[in-house]
Each structure stands twice: as structure tokens, then as C-alpha cells.
T-cell receptor, first 114, second 114 residues
Framework: QKEVEQDPGPLSVPEGAIVSLNCTYS??????FMWYRQYSRKGPELLMY????GNKEDGRFTAQVDKSSKYISLFIRDSQPSDSATYLC??????????????FGQGTILTVHP | DAGVIQSPRHEVTEMGQEVTLRCKPI?????LFWYRQTMMRGLELLIY????????DSGMPEDRFSAKMPNASFSTLKIQPSEPRDSAVYFC????????????FGPGTRLTVL
């Protein structure tokens, strides 16, 4: 079983829709949670970063972490065609010798059509 | 700043040949990461360095893979001998610290081993 599970999709939605992307994880030692966005043939770029449980909002994007359920989500409101990309969840430990190591989900391919 | 620079952007080689991928991190960043991305396995951390010293190489698949960081502005990932299953996109990323700072990814090197 992978440490981080993410449905690869693909997910196709109309412009303006609310998008929900999710990841589950098995290792309770993960403390920091991130969402990266990757456009086609580009490197991933950090979109959202949260520590521990709770919500974080940035414009049209909201990240949620539920540590009791080992479940994280990214919501995109009023989705735009420019949001079309692969979204990867990532997480890491709070300390230890490998605390710099990020563990990524498979990525969800999202297409927002006009 | 030009961001993380990787070369070559594309590499096509034959099985058994040596392959060397190069990375120049963002100036001032103390951490450098090498990742591999495939459809099957997603984005995987191979190795990361702190101040030019390898910290965690547990993701390096086998002895055919080696990575060096002779100075703060240059790193290489070498595969010798290469095999078709090494075909993937290899990303280099750098960050100021291993903790709360963003990892900035390069554009990647698309490797095809025939």
C-alpha cells in the first residue's frame, strides 16, 4: 500500500464549477501538507501549504486537512480553463533525519473546459 | 533569478550507455533534491543534499544510479549503465531550508532509454 493515495482522475469540469481534489495517507507522522500544481511538460510549483489540521484559504483555493481521518482536500472555486493541470498532494514529517523528504500522491489530472 | 536550471531538457540514449543529468539550483538555496516522475510510480524522491552533503539517498533505485554535488551551484545525477526502465522525467528542485520553505522545481529532463 502506498503511503499517499490520490485518485489520478482524469477529472473534467465546466468553467465555473467547484472542484474537489483529495488525498488519503497512512502515516500519522506526516505533519506538513502541500498541494503542487504541474502544467504539462513543466515542473511542479507550490500552490498551498498547511501545517497540521484545519483550513487555509488563498483566493479561489482552499486546502483542508483532517488528521483524524488522514485525509486532505483542495477545493477550487469558480474554476477557470487556466486551472487545467495536474494537482499533486505532498506531505512530510515534522522532524527526524529525513524531514526534508516530500512524499507525493500520484497526481490528479484536471481539465476545465470553457 | 533564472530559477532551477536543468540540462539537457531531452535525452535519448541506448541501453547500456552512461547518462549524466545536470542541475544548477537557485543561488543561496542550501537544499537540492533529485526526483523521478513516471506514469506508473508518480513523483519519487531519489536523493537530497544539504550544503552539498547527501542526507537521504534511500530513494536511489540501485547502484547504477549515483549523484554528486561538488559545489553549491552544481549537481549531477548519473545512470550507468542505463536501462529502458529508467525512462522517465527527472526533476531537480532546490529550497532555502528543508522545512517550511517551498521547493522550487526545474523544468525537468525527459530521458528515453531505447
Amino acid at each position: 500500500q502506498k503511503e499517499v493515495e490520490q485518485d489520478p482522475g482524469p477529472l473534467s469540469v465546466p468553467e465555473g464549477a467547484i472542484v474537489s481534489l483529495n488525498c488519503t495517507y497512512s502515516n500519522s507522522a506526516f505533519q506538513y501538507f502541500m498541494w503542487y500544481r504541474q502544467y504539462s511538460r513543466k515542473g511542479p510549483e507550490l500552490l498551498m501549504y498547511t501545517y497540521s489540521s484545519g483550513n487555509k484559504e488563498d483566493g479561489r483555493f482552499t486546502a483542508q486537512v483532517d488528521k483524524s481521518s488522514k485525509y486532505i482536500s483542495l477545493f477550487i472555486r469558480d474554476s477557470q480553463p487556466s486551472d487545467s493541470a495536474t494537482y499533486l498532494c505532498a506531505m512530510r514529517y515534522a522532524g527526524g533525519t529525513s524531514y526534508g523528504k516530500l512524499t507525493f500522491g500520484q497526481g490528479t489530472i484536471l481539465t476545465v473546459h470553457p | 533569478d533564472a530559477g532551477v536550471i536543468q540540462s539537457p531538457r531531452h535525452e535519448v540514449t541506448e541501453m547500456g550507455q552512461e547518462v549524466t543529468l545536470r542541475c544548477k539550483p537557485i543561488s543561496g538555496h542550501d537544499y537540492l533534491f533529485w526526483y523521478r516522475q513516471t506514469m506508473m510510480r508518480g513523483l519519487e524522491l531519489l536523493i537530497y543534499f544539504n550544503n552539498n552533503v547527501p542526507i537521504d539517498d534511500s530513494g536511489m533505485p540501485e547502484d547504477r544510479f549515483s549523484a554528486k554535488m561538488p559545489n553549491a551551484s552544481f549537481s549531477t545525477l548519473k545512470i550507468q549503465p542505463s536501462e529502458p526502465r529508467d525512462s522517465a522525467v527527472y526533476f531537480c528542485a532546490s529550497s532555502l531550508t528543508a522545512g517550511g520553505d517551498t521547493q522550487y522545481f526545474g523544468p525537468g529532463t525527459r530521458l528515453t532509454v531505447l
